[in-house]
Nanobody, 118 residues
Framework: QVQLMESGGGLVQAGGSLRLSCVAS????????VGWYRQTPGNERELVAN??????FQADSVKGRFSISRANAENTVYLQMNSLKPEDTAVYYC?????????????WGHGTQVTVSS
């Protein structure tokens, strides 16, 4: 089992920055891809960014403003969010998926609220 704990959300003015952290605990041996999703009321969760040991991806809506990184020794993935816009307001969820050779599974954190005021 893997547990994911997000932190770093909060209230920020437009143009500001926040850094979200996702710490994984438990048996992380099989974790391959870690990502951040966000969700607003009435909408589906959308992928913001994800990262493997070799590659990273950012959605077009955040490209150039958000960056994702991982500190493997600390089992932590970060989402640096710069130039925040009101439309970035959402609950941000950490997501971790297992890799090749492991039982397929996806883990989710409980989410952290990000609110960007105009």
């Amino acid at each position: 089992q893997v547990q994911l704990m997000e932190s770093g959300g909060g209230l920020v003015q437009a143009g500001g920055s926040l850094r979200l952290s996702c710490v994984a605990s438990g048996d992380t041996t099989c974790i391959s891809t870690v990502g951040w999703y966000r969700q607003t009321p009435g909408n589906e969760r959308e992928l913001v960014a994800n990262i493997t040991r070799k590659f990273s991806f950012q959605a077009d809506s955040v490209k150039g403003r958000f960056s994702i990184s991982r500190a493997n020794a600390e089992n932590t993935v970060y989402l640096q969010m710069n130039s925040l816009k009101p439309e970035d307001t959402a609950v941000y969820y950490c997501n971790a998926g297992t890799g090749i050779g492991c039982v397929p599974y996806v883990y989710w954190g409980h989410g952290t609220q990000v609110t960007v005021s105009s």
